[in-house]
């Protein structure tokens, strides 16, 4: 397994790159077919991800690159070459690149790294047992781009009555995790409609940490094993 993480680590870096020599000049915006943009950074980085992944001989899966079925593949490589493709274009910083790996449908590795901080997290990083951070206030995270009224409404009914002195903060990309992981939030609660890729590095890693990644429906981790790639609503939580 450390040898995967090592070649995750060295892809994400590859990618990160990439799309920060794109980052740097003027770039076009391409429009998908369910309304999300693209841009040639998400291009160049998920085919520098699944080349310097193809040694491991494990199947790839990227946001840029879908197979036509993955019901057979018990193993595989599930990619987000550019999260927050939005929040690139707004030339914010906050984005990151996101390798996960699948096993018998939940994710197991995880590496997230954010080029504009060049900062890195991975499912291997050894944390503080026990979790030493206590936030004042309560702190809960949302989309930055992407926040709905059921947001709103779920801190307020389900985390205001027990925290009701909490603040809201705003955040691109897999960073909310990552804020997690680091002690920096509490929780995030998203509503927005978000998909496997996403979520699958950011779900290894926080669930390393001591984290957890819960469906809001019924409590249950996030399922990686769907016919298609589309999230339901959710809620992670900081290490305890």
Same mark, same amino acid.
């Given at each position: 397994?450390?040898?995967?993480?090592?070649? %995750?680590?060295?892809? +994400?870096?590859?990618?990160?790159?990439?799309?920060?020599? =794109? @980052?740097?000049?003027?770039?076009?915006? @391409?429009? *998908?077919?369910?309304?999300?943009?693209?841009?040639? +950074?998400?291009?160049? $980085?998920?085919?520098?991800?699944?080349?310097?992944?193809?040694?491991?001989?494990?199947?790839?899966?990227?946001?840029?690159?879908?197979?036509?079925?993955?019901?057979? !593949?018990?193993?595989? /490589?599930?990619?987000?070459?550019?999260?927050?493709?939005?929040?690139? =274009?707004?030339?914010?910083?906050?984005?990151?690149?996101?390798? &996960?790996?699948?096993?018998?449908?939940?994710?197991?590795?995880?590496?997230?790294? +954010?080029?504009?901080?060049?900062?890195? /997290?991975?499912?291997?990083?050894?944390?503080?047992?026990?979790?030493?951070?206590? !936030?004042?206030?309560?702190? =809960?995270?949302?989309?930055?781009?992407?926040?709905?009224?059921?947001?709103?409404? @779920?801190?307020? *009914? =389900? !985390?205001?009555?027990?925290?009701?002195?909490?603040?809201?903060?705003?955040?691109?990309?897999?960073?909310?995790?990552?804020?997690?992981?680091?002690?920096?939030?509490?929780?995030?609660?998203? @509503?927005?409609?978000?998909?496997? /890729?996403?979520?699958?590095?950011?779900? &290894?890693?926080?669930? $390393? %940490?001591?984290?957890?990644?819960?469906?809001?429906?019924?409590?249950?981790?996030?399922?990686?094993?769907?016919?298609?790639?589309?999230?339901?609503?959710?809620? %992670? /939580?900081?290490?305890?």
């Amino acid at each position: 397994m450390n040898n995967l993480v090592s070649t %995750a680590i060295k892809a +994400a870096r590859e990618a990160g790159r990439a799309i920060m020599e =794109v @980052y740097a000049q003027p770039f076009e915006v @391409y429009t *998908k077919d369910d309304d999300s943009p693209v841009t040639q +950074a998400d291009l160049r $980085a998920s085919n520098i991800i699944k080349e310097m992944l193809r040694e491991t001989g494990i199947p790839f899966i990227s946001e840029e690159d879908l197979p036509p079925d993955r019901s057979q !593949l018990a193993r595989y /490589w599930l990619v987000d070459p550019l999260d927050g493709t939005a929040e690139f =274009v707004k030339r914010n910083g906050e984005f990151t690149v996101n390798i &996960a790996l699948i096993e018998n449908k939940r994710p197991v590795l995880g590496v997230i790294y +954010a080029p504009t901080l060049d900062k890195m /997290w991975t499912s291997c990083d050894k944390h503080p047992s026990p979790f030493t951070s206590h !936030l004042s206030p309560f702190t =809960v995270l949302v989309s930055r781009s992407h926040r709905t009224p059921e947001v709103d409404e @779920y801190i307020n *009914k =389900v !985390l205001r009555p027990a925290h009701p002195d909490l603040v809201i903060d705003s955040q691109g990309s897999s960073l909310k995790f990552a804020r997690l992981v680091d002690g920096t939030a509490d929780v995030y609660v998203c @509503y927005s409609k978000t998909k496997e /890729w996403d979520t699958a590095a950011a779900d &290894a890693i926080l669930t $390393a %940490a001591g984290g957890k990644v819960l469906k809001i429906s019924d409590g249950l981790p996030l399922e990686y094993d769907k016919e298609d790639y589309p999230n339901p609503p959710f809620v %992670a /939580w900081a290490p305890e």
